[in-house]
């Protein structure tokens, strides 16, 4: 059983994805994280060393702070964390024991530069119906959550790239875009190391409403359309992703908990 300001991994494993998940600090010694530089889902790399110039930056938030294996560097941070009034835990066995679990770990060496603030920062053409909707979802919650999107004129995709150090995704002739059959959102799950089953489920929902391919899952053709219906609705294009995340985390949510579950209105005119 985990102490009152404890985590268990299987707790944190089922917030991680979700709107409401808690910040997640990786405070592991430089040896501990070259000898794995992946990271749990949507964490942070903050230097155990200096949490006093850094604990505030957490001010309203819940965090959940992990070491290599749940001891003193989590144990001290989150306590200091708490000294601020910052809503604190640790992990449970820490990374290893996350590992050990077999929950999924990001490979972050694909990832853009950071911007000043410490922001991954991709661009992509302007008016987003479905994979440019469902990328940035996929990136707010399990790669950074402080990402940042700019959408532009299709012409200008490369060259806001190029001067604004911005990562190009879902355009032709770049790393983050379709191959083959499959479209972004799946390339950024093999590339990241995001195989989880709920994912790969709603992979195959987003890939069918965005090639055209409505009879490859039974959501696909209701997400298409709800994604058409949002981008009618709304004129900016952050204003949409805003309002569309909420889409995401209830299929994600349904992927993950509710495939088995069916509804049907039992009323008693039909029952006679």
């Given at each position: 059983?985990?102490?009152?300001?404890?985590?268990?991994?299987?707790?944190?494993?089922?917030?991680?994805?979700?709107?409401?998940?808690?910040?997640?600090?990786?405070?592991?010694?430089?040896d501990d994280y070259r000898s794995d530089p992946r990271l749990m889902p949507g964490s942070l790399r903050r230097d155990y060393t200096t949490v006093s110039s850094w604990a505030r930056e957490f001010a309203g938030r819940s965090v959940v702070v992990s070491c290599q294996r749940g001891l003193k560097l989590s144990q001290g941070a989150a306590a200091w964390l708490r000294h601020e009034g910052i809503a604190a835990e640790t992990l449970e066995g820490g990374f290893e024991a996350w590992r050990a679990a077999g929950h999924p770990l990001v490979d972050i060496s694909k990832l853009p530069k950071r911007d000043a603030q410490g922001r991954t920062v991709w661009v992509t053409r302007a008016r987003p119906k479905v994979d440019r909707i469902a990328c940035p979802w996929l990136i707010r919650r399990f790669i950074d959550p402080h990402a940042v999107f700019l959408f532009v004129a299709p012409a200008e995709v490369a060259a806001v790239a190029d001067r604004f150090g911005a990562a190009p995704f879902d355009i032709d002739g770049v790393f983050w875009s379709h191959r083959g059959a499959r479209c972004t959102f799946d390339t950024m799950l093999e590339e990241f190391g995001l195989d989880t089953k709920p994912l790969r489920q709603l992979a195959d929902i987003v890939r069918g409403a965005d090639t055209d391919r409505l009879d490859l899952t039974p959501q696909s053709a209701g997400l298409l359309a709800v994604s058409l219906g949002y981008s009618r609705m709304y004129r900016d294009d952050l204003e949409q992703l805003a309002a569309a995340m909420t889409v995401y985390d209830g299929l994600y949510r349904w992927c993950r908990d509710a495939t088995d579950e069916t509804h049907n209105w039992p009323s008693a005119q039909a029952a006679r």
């Amino acid at each position: 059983m985990p102490s009152p300001n404890e985590i268990s991994i299987s707790t944190l494993g089922r917030l991680v994805g979700l709107p409401g998940s808690p910040v997640i600090v990786d405070v592991r010694i430089e040896d501990d994280y070259r000898s794995d530089p992946r990271l749990m889902p949507g964490s942070l790399r903050r230097d155990y060393t200096t949490v006093s110039s850094w604990a505030r930056e957490f001010a309203g938030r819940s965090v959940v702070v992990s070491c290599q294996r749940g001891l003193k560097l989590s144990q001290g941070a989150a306590a200091w964390l708490r000294h601020e009034g910052i809503a604190a835990e640790t992990l449970e066995g820490g990374f290893e024991a996350w590992r050990a679990a077999g929950h999924p770990l990001v490979d972050i060496s694909k990832l853009p530069k950071r911007d000043a603030q410490g922001r991954t920062v991709w661009v992509t053409r302007a008016r987003p119906k479905v994979d440019r909707i469902a990328c940035p979802w996929l990136i707010r919650r399990f790669i950074d959550p402080h990402a940042v999107f700019l959408f532009v004129a299709p012409a200008e995709v490369a060259a806001v790239a190029d001067r604004f150090g911005a990562a190009p995704f879902d355009i032709d002739g770049v790393f983050w875009s379709h191959r083959g059959a499959r479209c972004t959102f799946d390339t950024m799950l093999e590339e990241f190391g995001l195989d989880t089953k709920p994912l790969r489920q709603l992979a195959d929902i987003v890939r069918g409403a965005d090639t055209d391919r409505l009879d490859l899952t039974p959501q696909s053709a209701g997400l298409l359309a709800v994604s058409l219906g949002y981008s009618r609705m709304y004129r900016d294009d952050l204003e949409q992703l805003a309002a569309a995340m909420t889409v995401y985390d209830g299929l994600y949510r349904w992927c993950r908990d509710a495939t088995d579950e069916t509804h049907n209105w039992p009323s008693a005119q039909a029952a006679r």
